[in-house]
């Protein structure tokens, strides 16, 4: 559905004291920031990697990018 259809009208306006304690959400600003990229992996492969990842206790991506870097560097 469209936000132009959603009724927002019962939704009451944010206060001043609940804008002030707000905060930004998501990834912080860095001046070393990945690029998002899409590829495919078999998905056997990915399977792997997630597992491999998960016995080393790190994120599968932290992990792809450590092999890739390693791989790159000869």
Sequence with gaps: ???SRIDFS????STDEELKGA????RPKSAHA??????RIDPR?????R?????K???Y??????LLDQAAAG
């Design 45 to 49: 492969l990915l399977a792997r990697l």
């Design 34 to 39: 990945k690029q998002l990229i899409a590829i």
């Design 57 to 59: 206790q790190k994120p």
């Design 1 to 3: 559905m469209p936000d």
């Design 10 to 13: 019962d939704i009451p306006e």
């Design 61 to 66: 991506q932290t992990l792809i990018h450590e």
């Design 51 to 55: 597992r491999l990842a998960r016995s």
């Design 23 to 26: 905060r930004r959400v998501g």
